[in-house]
């Protein structure tokens, strides 16, 4: 089914520790966005990307990094995990950006720093 | 960059009332307007969203939003709310021309529908 596929749902990691957080997309979309959502602060935008190879950052970046090779894979890296990145992750997709053809998100990923 | 500000951060009603929930917006420019919606447990999903002509949209569920350009805003409203209403509602806009290409949201309102 098309769709953006989030990876992995649950993850649980100690601090200092990296990992990566995958978002993939099969519908050709050229735009992605990664967001965090907390308790009474919405969806804070982390990273976003207009294209394969152009990446931007977003309000909350700090601790965050991302790479475009493909226009199907916008990966999101955890250097140095901290406490304070504990929060749900969600990755979205859209053909224009503008939100006129919709935005697809994916099911989240759920992250606990201990 | 574009700003979003939503003032009422849990807002508590009956079943059968009124619903009001401001969403104030902050750009240079113009700007495209939605509203979402999280029950829980689910994903996010599209109530409504504006883009020109008419300033009053309809979407699903019942729900409709206002917006008024003198005022930088796009309120949501519903006549009669249900129990199955209970949910975060987040705003959000994208610019039109150059900027910023991805939703920008407020920091959601969340409502609870008492039975």
């Known amino acids: 089914n098309a769709g953006v596929t989030q990876t992995p749902k649950f993850q649980v990691l100690k601090t200092g520790q990296s990992m990566t957080l995958q978002c993939a997309q099969d519908?050709?979309?050229?735009?992605m966005s990664w967001y965090r959502q907390d308790p009474g602060m919405g969806l804070r935008l982390i990273h976003y990307?207009?294209?394969?190879?152009?990446?931007d950052q977003g309000e909350v970046p700090n601790g965050y990094n991302v790479s475009r090779s493909t226009t199907e894979d916008f990966p999101l890296r955890l250097l140095s995990a901290a406490p304070s990145q504990t929060s749900v992750y969600f990755c979205a997709s859209s053909y224009s950006g503008t939100g006129l053809d919709g935005y697809t998100f994916g099911s989240g990923t759920r992250l606990t720093v201990v | 960059a574009q700003s979003v500000s939503q003032h009422n951060h849990h807002v508590i009603l009956s079943e059968a009332a009124s619903l009001e929930l401001g969403c104030n917006y902050s750009y240079g420019g113009t700007v495209n307007l939605f509203w979402y919606v999280q029950y829980p447990g689910q994903h996010l999903q599209l109530l409504l969203k504006?883009?020109?002509?008419?300033?009053l949209v309809k979407g699903i569920k019942g729900f409709e939003a206002e917006f008024i350009k003198s005022k930088f805003s796009f309120n949501l409203r519903k006549p009669s709310v249900q129990w199955s209403d209970t949910a975060e509602y987040l705003c959000?806009?994208?610019?039109?021309?150059?900027?910023?290409?991805?939703?920008?949201f407020g920091s959601g309102t969340r409502l609870q529908v008492q039975p």
């Open positions: 959000a806009v994208t610019p039109k021309g150059t900027g910023r290409r991805a939703l920008t």
């Open positions: 990307s207009v294209g394969a190879g152009i990446t």
């Open positions: 504006y883009f020109s002509g008419d300033p």
């Open positions: 519908m050709n979309h050229e735009y």
